[in-house]
């Protein structure tokens, strides 16, 4: 009995098995070895097909297959320059195999060599009986090179070839959308249907090309249509759920996340979005429930954390609030978007430490927002930490250069600490750049406001050097 590549036997997968686990020795055809080999790579287990290809070529040392099986484990190992030595060897023997040209061009997109590697593989084209495989390892080399216009054609090809080839139709599509080409993609999602009229994954793609373009009527009924092509395709509910959303349907858009629930396990993004259309539907008791429950599918979802944070927010319950941005700090302490919201509601608690290193904690995780760096800067003059102010401030000037906000704030921590000259220096950098922001100075530093004649320092034209 030999195994197939595409339907490998289970009794020559079992001997193959039972052998390693007994250590006896079983004789297979090399073409039940490819099968084996086949049936491991495509399961991803590696070592076995490794095995596989080491003991078939203890058996059939000549086979030119076996020995293409052994080019491509040493690929994956990255051992290029032994793979390379072996293909050449087996070219030697046959130059008319296109899984030798298909190798070599592996090797060479490992090295980066994209457009050599497609050289290679348009070879491998002209030779191939099935050129399926060839043309899509050809797009994908063009989208490496970031060629978007060639990826697309050959991508095309493989979906004339194999009008079920789904990977290669989501691909094209891609490359329609990076080339923000949305309109042409209807026409040609529309030619396609013209053949394959009852095409969920067709009908799927224009309804995303209608929402890009913002015509949410012929986007629903595209979802719609996907949806009559295939009543279980559930990428067709959610994105209809958005659609309908954006069309302020906020209780039909429930009904179409509510169908994903049924026909697979919740999604974390359909419960997200219940919560929220809850929500807009003033319906708090369901929203905080949805909200909850996304939090519980999956704690590592960020935007589940922020949305019950909010919630408790927009209900001035900052208890809560901070109950819920804590345990989401907890899991994650390196996401931005928490610290920012741990700061704020520590402020409306009055928290003030706790709140200065959130900000803290914000900045340190790259969140380099111009109200982030002064919303520290202000805790740190409540706190009395006039220094770590100038610090905090002199750090943000390298992100956000020339702003009246810090400049005066600049200019009154200086008088503050008795540096009158650099205190009228930035005093006078701020009036330049925005004048109106000179009430900074009565706001923040009234003691300073109540010394300084700020008609003076606009009637002075000229700039003191620090």
Same mark, same amino acid.
């Given at each position: 009995?030999?195994?197939?590549?595409?339907?490998?036997?289970?009794?020559?997968?079992?001997?193959?098995?039972? #052998?390693?686990?007994?250590?006896?020795?079983?004789?297979?055809?090399?073409?039940?070895?490819?099968?084996?080999?086949?049936?491991?790579?495509?399961?991803?287990?590696?070592?076995?097909?490794?095995?596989?290809?080491? @003991?078939?070529?203890?058996?059939?040392?000549?086979?030119?297959?076996?020995?293409?099986?052994?080019?491509?484990? #040493?690929?994956?190992?990255?051992?290029? *320059?032994?793979?390379?030595?072996? @293909? *050449?060897?087996?070219?030697?023997?046959?130059?008319?195999?296109?899984?030798?040209?298909?190798?070599?061009?592996?090797?060479?997109?490992?090295?980066?060599?994209?457009?050599?590697?497609?050289?290679?593989?348009?070879?491998?084209?002209?030779?191939?009986?099935?050129?399926?495989?060839?043309? %899509?390892?050809?797009? #994908?080399?063009?989208?490496?090179?970031?060629?978007?216009?060639?990826?697309?054609?050959?991508?095309?090809?493989?979906?004339?070839? =194999?009008?079920?080839?789904? %990977?290669?139709?989501?691909? $094209?599509?891609?490359?329609?959308?990076?080339?923000?080409?949305?309109?042409?993609?209807? $026409?040609?999602?529309?030619?396609?249907?013209? &053949?394959?009229?009852?095409?969920?994954?067709?009908?799927?793609?224009?309804?995303?090309?209608?929402?890009?373009?913002?015509?949410?009527?012929?986007?629903?009924?595209?979802?719609?249509?996907?949806?009559?092509? =295939? =009543?279980?395709?559930?990428?067709?509910?959610?994105?209809?759920?958005?659609?309908?959303?954006?069309?302020?349907?906020?209780?039909?858009?429930?009904?179409?996340?509510?169908?994903?629930?049924?026909?697979?396990?919740?999604?974390?993004?359909?419960?997200?979005?219940?919560?929220?259309?809850?929500?807009?539907?003033?319906?708090? =008791?369901?929203?905080?429930?949805?909200?909850?429950?996304? $939090?519980?599918?999956?704690?590592?979802l960020d935007k589940a954390w922020i949305a019950i944070t909010d919630f408790y927010v927009k209900k001035?319950?900052?208890?809560?609030?901070?109950?819920?941005?804590?345990?989401?700090?907890?899991?994650?302490?390196?996401?931005?978007?928490?610290?920012?919201?741990?700061?704020?509601?520590?402020?409306?608690?009055?928290?003030?430490?706790?709140?200065?290193?959130?900000?803290?904690?914000?900045?340190?995780?790259?969140?380099?927002?111009?109200?982030?760096?002064?919303?520290?800067?202000?805790? @740190?003059?409540?706190?009395?930490?006039?220094?770590?102010?100038?610090?905090?401030?002199?750090?943000?000037?390298?992100?956000?250069?020339?702003?009246?906000?810090?400049?005066?704030?600049?200019?009154?921590?200086?008088?503050?600490?008795?540096?009158? &000259?650099?205190?009228?220096?930035?005093?006078?950098?701020?009036?330049?750049?925005?004048?109106?922001?000179?009430?900074?100075?009565?706001?923040?530093?009234?003691?300073?406001?109540?010394?300084?004649? $700020?008609?003076?320092?606009?009637?002075?034209?000229?700039?003191?050097?620090?």
């Amino acid at each position: 009995m030999h195994l197939s590549p595409d339907e490998p036997n289970q009794f020559s997968l079992s001997r193959f098995e039972s #052998m390693l686990q007994t250590n006896d020795v079983y004789f297979f055809d090399s073409e039940e070895f490819e099968g084996i080999i086949h049936h491991y790579l495509e399961h991803g287990k590696i070592a076995l097909a490794k095995k596989a290809t080491k @003991l078939g070529l203890a058996q059939h040392p000549t086979s030119m297959n076996l020995k293409l099986f052994e080019v491509e484990m #040493m690929i994956f190992e990255n051992k290029l *320059d032994q793979a390379e030595v072996l @293909l *050449d060897q087996l070219y030697i023997l046959e130059q008319s195999n296109e899984e030798i040209f298909i190798q070599k061009a592996n090797i060479l997109s490992r090295r980066n060599q994209h457009r050599q590697a497609i050289i290679l593989l348009e070879q491998a084209l002209s030779i191939s009986e099935d050129q399926l495989d060839v043309l %899509s390892l050809i797009g #994908m080399e063009y989208l490496f090179l970031e060629d978007y216009e060639n990826a697309k054609t050959y991508f095309m090809r493989c979906v004339d070839e =194999d009008t079920e080839d789904y %990977s290669a139709l989501y691909n $094209v599509v891609y490359c329609f959308e990076f080339l923000e080409q949305h309109t042409k993609a209807i $026409v040609y999602l529309n030619e396609f249907l013209d &053949h394959n009229p009852y095409c969920e994954v067709a009908w799927h793609q224009i309804g995303k090309q209608y929402y890009q373009l913002k015509d949410y009527q012929k986007a629903l009924a595209a979802f719609d249509f996907a949806i009559i092509s =295939d =009543d279980r395709f559930i990428g067709a509910y959610l994105e209809k759920g958005k659609v309908l959303e954006r069309l302020k349907d906020y209780g039909q858009a429930i009904e179409s996340y509510m169908v994903t629930l049924t026909l697979d396990d919740p999604t974390s993004f359909a419960l997200l979005r219940i919560g929220k259309c809850y929500e807009k539907l003033g319906q708090s =008791d369901l929203a905080l429930q949805f909200f909850n429950k996304c $939090v519980e599918e999956d704690a590592l979802l960020d935007k589940a954390w922020i949305a019950i944070t909010d919630f408790y927010v927009k209900k001035k319950d900052f208890d809560k609030a901070l109950y819920f941005i804590e345990k989401a700090v907890n899991i994650d302490g390196d996401n931005a978007l928490y610290w920012k919201r741990h700061a704020r509601i520590s402020l409306k608690l009055n928290r003030y430490e706790e709140a200065e290193h959130a900000f803290r904690r914000t900045i340190e995780l790259g969140n380099y927002e111009l109200t982030t760096w002064l919303s520290r800067c202000d805790l @740190l003059i409540k706190l009395g930490e006039h220094r770590a102010a100038i610090n905090n401030l002199l750090q943000a000037c390298e992100f956000h250069p020339d702003q009246a906000e810090i400049e005066f704030r600049l200019g009154g921590l200086y008088y503050l600490l008795n540096d009158q &000259h650099k205190g009228q220096f930035h005093m006078i950098n701020g009036l330049h750049l925005n004048h109106e922001f000179v009430m900074v100075i009565e706001i923040l530093f009234p003691k300073v406001h109540a010394l300084l004649s $700020v008609q003076e320092l606009i009637q002075n034209h000229q700039k003191p050097s620090v």
